[in-house]
């Protein structure tokens, strides 16, 4: 009967790492560049340390992980609103380090530097700070990455991949720290930039309620099999102990 109410504790432990993410994506559901959490819930066997020595199925607290679906593509129109193609990141100066993100609502300083929504210095593929021409023309962006003004290049985006089932912490809302270094992403075809586009978060508002109802359901029904399981191991103490 313990072991019931061990496996009632995993489960309700699960739902509410669950829920913790549904209303963390929920919250995100229109923040620019966000990927969604998801979480990987493995099963644990125990045992029971009785005479037939029985198998009991646990719950894991579960491992995050990001979602790995694009956002839908949003054009705005402005020169220095950028979207990748592909699996594949910007990278952005922060005070914490460098920070990989979805977020290309880039603008440019006084002094011609490009610099995120957040003031952080927009990285190039080498990793060093984006300068143009504040005297020069609009910024043309090819899908290479490529700045030109005026008809001359003066700088590219950098483009980044990385392992990120290696191990990640957020920062902020759209950005992400890698455990595994980063790399500039070189010559291929299936990654690219649109400039006067911004991706949208991935967050599926509808399939985030619908998860939200079932796991308050699971939660409910594991809370109710929990008191059950407590109310018959109190019975059986109760008979044990009349029975001297």
Avoid: C
Avoid at 79 to 96: H, N, R
Avoid at 190 to 200: A, C, K, P, R, S
Avoid at 218 to 230: H, M, P, Y
């Amino acid at each position: 009967m313990q072991s019931g109410l061990y496996v009632s504790l995993s489960s309700q432990i699960a739902l509410e790492r669950r829920l913790t993410t549904i209303a963390d994506n929920m919250a995100n559901v229109n923040t620019t560049g966000f990927r969604a959490t998801e979480v990987k819930f493995d099963e644990m066997l125990g045992e029971t340390g009785n005479k037939i020595n029985a198998k009991i199925a646990y719950v894991s607290q579960g491992n995050d992980y990001l979602s790995g679906d694009s956002g839908e593509l949003e054009h705005t129109g402005n020169m220095l609103d950028f979207a990748i193609k592909g699996d594949a990141w910007f990278s952005v100066d922060t005070p914490a380090g460098k920070v990989l993100t979805k977020d290309g609502r880039f603008t440019m300083k006084e002094n011609g530097e490009l610099v995120s929504v957040r003031g952080y210095p927009v990285l190039d593929a080498g990793g060093a700070p984006i300068t143009l021409s504040k005297a020069g023309g609009e910024p043309k962006v090819g899908a290479d990455g490529l700045i030109y003004q005026d008809g001359k290049q003066v700088g590219s985006l950098g483009l980044f991949e990385a392992d990120i089932s290696k191990g990640y912490l957020r920062y902020e809302n759209s950005g992400i720290m890698t455990t595994e270094q980063p790399r500039a992403v070189t010559d291929r075809f299936n990654v690219g930039v649109q400039q006067g586009y911004l991706e949208n978060s991935n967050v599926n508002a509808m399939r985030e309620i619908t998860q939200l109802i079932e796991v308050n359901r699971a939660f409910e029904s594991v809370t109710s099999l929990s008191k059950d399981s407590e109310a018959s191991f109190s019975e059986a103490i109760k008979t044990l102990g009349g029975s001297r």
